[in-house]
């Protein structure tokens, strides 16, 4: 149900693109538009595992430092046929982990110093399996493919804006009174309407992961009891992370009070342990 779920709203977030983009400017534009998002987000799929481990100042972490950490991934990547993903640790006390790669073979984990601390065997191993089933599930792939688009149709609303600000909008009989109000309202409305589809594909695939891994660990308690702790730890201690990483952890390391968690790119705790309980992957 999810990967229906993801592929709609994929389909969706491309349609918003064409629509606006061809509100906005011809057809060059749009395709001019979506071959520059192409280029920087795919440099940042191919390189993201490293890009991440320096974003948050993780570092490789020695099986000596933490034995059951390598113990739980070794037995996790053993049973689901993957290969061992390199294992990094980040010097944070909130309790969080991420994944980052492009592939099985190109993937890390990283969790953070507070999660080793806090978490027993059955929470960790649960974590794990989370990270290890968004690298499983090609998230980073899809993320990637959300951000081109979403990315492209950010480009065309701002060198809209501009067009309009010197005059543009009055070629070709766009710069009627009326055509000019449905263009600002569209340069309006495009950049939220990437937002909030955005967010929802990030929503849905961490449900999926949470799926996955509550499989793959053969114990989907572990990974409930984890996130509840996680949250009751990290709400109003906040990581100090780039906002753009912050849809890689397992929940959010920002603040997500008020309009914020309206917006945040994770689903409500309260509602995945829900679901894990339920055995509710839809």
Do not use: C
């Amino acid at each position: 149900m999810n990967h229906i779920k993801t592929m709609f709203l994929m389909v969706l977030l491309t349609l918003v693109l064409l629509f606006f983009g061809g509100l906005l400017f011809d057809e060059t534009g749009v395709i001019f538009a979506f071959i520059i998002a192409l280029a920087f987000n795919f440099f940042a799929y191919w390189y993201s595992d490293s890009i991440a481990v320096k974003m948050t100042r993780s570092r490789l972490l020695k099986e000596s430092e933490a034995p059951q950490v390598y113990r739980a991934m070794r037995e996790l990547a053993e049973n689901s046929g993957m290969p061992m993903p390199r294992i990094y640790i980040m010097p944070a006390e909130q309790p969080n982990a991420f994944a980052a790669g492009r592939s099985p073979n190109h993937s890390v984990v990283s969790v953070t110093v507070g999660l080793l601390r806090m978490l027993n065997y059955e929470e960790l191993k649960g974590v794990l399996a989370h990270e290890l089933a968004h690298i499983k599930n090609r998230d980073i792939l899809i993320s990637t493919v959300a951000a081109v688009i979403a990315g492209a149709l950010m480009f065309i609303s701002r060198m809209g804006m501009w067009g309009l600000m010197f005059g543009g909008g009055r070629r070709d009989g766009g710069g009627s009174p009326v055509m000019l109000l449905i263009k600002l309202a569209a340069l309006i409305i495009a950049p939220l309407a990437a937002l909030l589809i955005k967010m929802a594909i990030s929503r849905t695939r961490e449900y999926h992961a949470d799926a996955t891994g509550a499989s793959m660990a053969h114990n989907p308690e572990g990974l409930s009891s984890a996130l509840q702790k996680m949250e009751r730890y990290a709400r109003g201690r906040p990581i100090e992370v780039n906002e753009a990483a912050s849809h890689m952890f397992i929940i959010n390391p920002l603040s997500a009070k008020g309009l914020g968690g309206l917006f945040s790119t994770h689903p409500p705790v309260k509602e995945r342990v829900k679901r894990l309980s339920q055995g509710n992957t839809g």
